[in-house]
T-cell receptor, first 115, second 118 residues
C-alpha cells in the first residue's frame, strides 16, 4: 500500500459545528503532516507528528486540534471555525529517518468550506 | 531560513513540445534534497522528480528531467514531449537532510501553472 487516504473528500460545516478530518497510511511512515492550502497558493505547514508525538505546531489557532492515535492514523479536529479557514487540507507522510529520503506521500485532500 | 522562488506564475506549451520550469532556492546548507511536485485539478500532490544535492548527475524520470546547478542554486524542470495530462500546478520544494525531531520539512515555492495546448 503506497497511499495516503484522506476522508472526507469534501466537507461543509457551520461555524458552530465540530467535525474531524481523517488521514491514514500503511507505509510504515513515522512522520505525518497536516498542510493547509488556499487556492493558487502553495501548501502551508500546520502540524508535524513524529513517532506519534506532536513535534511542530506552526502557531495554528486552537480551533484546530490534531491527534495521532497510532502510527497509521492522523486526525484533525475542527471546532468553531471561521469562513477564512475554508481551504484544501492536505495530509502527508514520510520516513522519519535516514539514509535515503524519497519525499512526502500526499493524500488527495479534504476540501473544507465553512459557512 | 531557506526560500524557494518560482519566477514564472504561468506557462504554456504546445502538445509534444518541450517546456522548462524555473526554480531557484537559497540555503546555507551543503547537503539537501530538491523536489518537483505536480498538483493537477484532482488536487493530489504527486512527486515528479527528486534530486539529492550531493549528486552531481541530473535526475531523470521518463519525460521529466532536471537541470541542477548547485553553485547557482538553480533547479529547473524540463518536460519533454508534453502531454495534455501534464497540465497542472508545479511546485518546486526544498528539504534539509537534517531530521528535526524525526521529521522533514518541505519548503515550497509559489508554484507555476502549466497549460498544455492541443
Amino acid at each position: 500500500d503506497t497511499e495516503v487516504t484522506q476522508t472526507p473528500k469534501h466537507l461543509v460545516m457551520g461555524m458552530t459545528n465540530k467535525k474531524s478530518l481523517k488521514c491514514e497510511q500503511h507505509m510504515g511512515h513515522r512522520a505525518m503532516y497536516w498542510y493547509k492550502q488556499k487556492a493558487k497558493k502553495p501548501p502551508e505547514l500546520m502540524f508535524v507528528y513524529s513517532y506519534e508525538k506532536l513535534s511542530i505546531n506552526e502557531s495554528v489557532p486552537s480551533r484546530f486540534s490534531p491527534e495521532c492515535p497510532n502510527s497509521s492514523l492522523l486526525n484533525l479536529h475542527l471546532h468553531a471555525l471561521q469562513p477564512e479557514d475554508s481551504a484544501l487540507y492536505l495530509c502527508a507522510s514520510s520516513q522519519a529517518g535516514p539514509p535515503r529520503y524519497y519525499g512526502y506521500t500526499f493524500g488527495s485532500g479534504t476540501r473544507l468550506t465553512v459557512v | 531560513a531557506q526560500t524557494v522562488t518560482q519566477s514564472q506564475p504561468e506557462m504554456s506549451v504546445q502538445e509534444a513540445e518541450t517546456v522548462t520550469l524555473s526554480c531557484t532556492y537559497d540555503t546555507s546548507e551543503s547537503d539537501y534534497y530538491l523536489f518537483w511536485y505536480k498538483q493537477p485539478p484532482s488536487r493530489q500532490m504527486i512527486l515528479v522528480i527528486r534530486q539529492e544535492a550531493y549528486k552531481q548527475q541530473n535526475a531523470t524520470e521518463n519525460r521529466f528531467s532536471v537541470n541542477f546547478q548547485k553553485a547557482a542554486k538553480s533547479f529547473s524542470l524540463k518536460i519533454s514531449d508534453s502531454q495534455l495530462g501534464d497540465a497542472a500546478m508545479y511546485f518546486c520544494a526544498y528539504m534539509d537532510t537534517y531530521s528535526g525531531a524525526g521529521s522533514y520539512q518541505l519548503t515550497f515555492g509559489k508554484g507555476t501553472k502549466l497549460s498544455v495546448i492541443p
